[in-house]
Structures are given as C-alpha cells and as structure tokens.
C-alpha cells in the first residue's frame, strides 16, 4: 500500500468517512475509494454494496476484474432525546448490535448515570447537548420524550444533518401536530417525510422493550438496505417481490 | 504489545512506522473458508524488526506471516499466503472444524 492511500485513509476513518481501498492482487494494482467519490466510480454498485453491509471480501466478474475490498466504515452511534422507560430498555440493545448511544434530557431526574449505566448521559437541553456531539450520517437519531419543547429543538437539528435515520415517538395525531409546527419553521415535506413516524417496524409492539425492537429493527434496516425500500411495506408485498 | 488492538490502532501504527523510517508491511485477510477465527478485512502490520501489531487468525498463523512479511517488506513485491488452521488448533479455541484463510501480504510504501 502506498503511504499516500495510507494517510488519505486514515484521515477518512478519523473523520468518521467511509472508504474502501480496492486492490487487485494480481497486479498489485490499489486505489482508494472515498465515500463522496463512491457514485462516479466504475465498480459503484459492488462498492456500495459492500459499504451498506460494511464487509470487505472479493468482487469477481468487476470492469477491473477479481479485486478484494477492504471496507471501512465508522461505528453507528445512536442519540436519543428521552430518558425515558423506552431509552431504558433500548441502550442495552443498541449496544448489543454495535452503537454508541447518548442520551439526551434536560430533566435531571430522568437523565441519571444510574438509569443508565454504561451509555453517555447529557442532562441538558438539545441546543446544548447536540451541536459538540457531531451528529453524522453514521447517526441514527431519535426523539422519544413526547415532549414538544424537547423533541422538537433535537429534530430541528438532526434534519439539518444527514443522519441515515430519524424517529420519532408519537401517533399519527401527535406526528401530525408536530409535522404542522416544523413546517411552520420552514422545513420543506420532503425534509419531514425523513422522520420515521409512528416509530419503529410494525410488529405491534406493546411494551417499552418491545418498542425498542421494534425501533432497533427500523434502524438496521435502514442502516443495512439504505434509504430508498420503504420501511413499513406488508409483508406480503415483500414476499410476493421475493418469489 | 497489545493483543486487543482495534483497526484504527492498526492501521494509524502502519502509517507511523512508515513515516518514522521503519520497513512495514500490511497483512490482511481476503479469503475465507470454514471456520476461520477472523474476519475477511483483519489486519497485521509488520516492521522490519519483525515487530507486529493486530492479527490474521487469532494467533494460529502469524509466525508465518511475519517471516513472509518481512521478505515482503525487502523485495517489495505483494504476496498471497494460504494456511490451512489446524483442526486441532481449531478446537481448541472452541471452532469445531478446521478452517483456511488467504491473506494478502503489501509492502506499506
């Protein structure tokens, strides 16, 4: 490896970029991939594929024939605004499959190191708390206080980042008021249509750890198969596109 | 010398020995089959004094890939290595059957 591509890659992975170094081992032949270059690139489709499950491995048949990928990507972090019972039951979860979580709540009774062992506790409000935390694509954010003057500040900044997931906690009727009250602070539909409302995969979750699967699952699912397949699609609809 | 090393250690200490003079080479798994105790994409880094950081296989082959590596680092040429893991070493470590590995050994240059 070449100590430029060295360098270039280790600033990518200290800037929390994903980048993959593709190499042919044939020829010795390396380059690297930024992830803003990924889209131009003449192996796109094999290197996003490996970026979505963040696995490197072989790619046969590629325009540049048998290269092996060595895919880097930064750690999933969650923030939650919430230290609420569902928090509760979700950090261990969320730490189980490989994020860093923060918790975010300025109500100090609630958020408390004993409540949460083990997960960063930020007793502020979200103006205070969210900006220094770096909130990226690699972030997955959600709002779960039902509390207005909370959640709301904390998704004003998540949509102004580009975190591969926002959620929301709140039926239909709350989403609605709050969808009216964001609109009203000039976010365009397509801004709000980000934000995963009623939160979390439909498997008719009851209680607060069951919400939290059900939220964890929409996570990965976004983090795994990207943006585009709609979250909520029956399950009959999935399977008749399988068969 | 840290045997937990994280990939960010790794490969920030490749790029540190190189720029402090040192002949390095980069090890990595590209291939493999069975019960292989690491990852496709774990890597080794190795200097010319035979120092190394990381690992390729949980400790089963990376004698061998230090003493290719440090050929490696003095020819400059990139070498693929095929082990097969041990059966018996495979138990031992709690894997039922034995697995391969190929690892791509670089010059870092």
């Known amino acids: 490896m070449k100590l430029d591509i060295l360098k270039s890659l280790n600033a990518e992975r200290d800037a929390r970029r994903a ?12 380059r690297l991939v930024k992830a803003a270059d990924v889209a131009r690139d003449p192996l796109k489709d094999v290197i996003e594929k490996h970026i979505r499950s963040g696995k490197s491995g072989m790619a046969e048949d590629t325009p540049q024939g048998k290269v092996f990928l060595t895919v880097h990507v930064p750690a999933p972090r969650i923030v939650v605004t919430g230290a609420v019972h569902i928090s509760q039951a979700l950090a261990p979860i969320a730490r189980l499959l490989g994020y860093d979580v923060t918790i975010v709540d300025p109500r ?14 930020i007793a502020e409000w979200p103006d205070v708390a969210l900006p220094p935390l770096g909130v990226d694509h690699y972030t997955a954010f959600i709002a779960l206080t039902h509390d207005p003057k909370i959640d709301d500040p904390a998704l004003v900044h998540a949509l102004s980042r580009d975190c591969f997931y ?14 009216e009250r964001l609109k009203g602070q000039g976010f365009s539909d397509a801004d709000l249509a980000r934000i995963h409302a009623p939160i979390g995969l439909p498997i008719g979750a009851v209680s607060p ?12 699912a976004r983090l795994r198969q990207g943006p585009q397949k709609a979250p909520d699609a029956p399950l009959e609809k999935t399977l008749e596109k399988a068969s | 010398m840290a045997t937990l090393a994280t990939d960010d250690d790794i490969l920030k200490a490749a790029e540190d020995w190189r720029k402090a003079g040192k002949g390095v080479a980069l090890a990595t798994v590209v291939e493999t089959w069975g019960s292989a105790p690491r990852p496709v994409g774990s890597n080794l880094v190795i200097d010319d004094e035979g120092n190394f950081l990381g690992s390729v296989s949980g400790g089963c082959v990376e004698g061998a890939v230090v003493t290719e590596a440090l050929d490696v680092i003095e020819s400059g040429k990139p070498k693929t290595l095929e082990f097969g893991v041990a ?14 590995i190929r690892v791509y050994v670089e010059k870092v240059e």
């Open chain 1, 19 to 30: 980048a993959v170094v593709v190499t042919n081992e044939a020829t010795g032949e390396q």
């Open chain 1, 108 to 121: 100090t009774a609630f958020a408390t190191q004993e409540r949460f062992p083990d997960v960063k506790v």
């Open chain 1, 166 to 179: 926002i959620g929301a906690l709140g039926s239909r009727k709350t989403h609605g008021r709050r969808l």
């Open chain 1, 209 to 220: 750890a069951e919400i939290a699967v059900a939220i964890m699952g929409e996570i990965t």
């Open chain 2, 87 to 100: 059966d018996e070493t495979a138990w031992k470590v709690g894997l039922s059957c034995g697995g391969t």
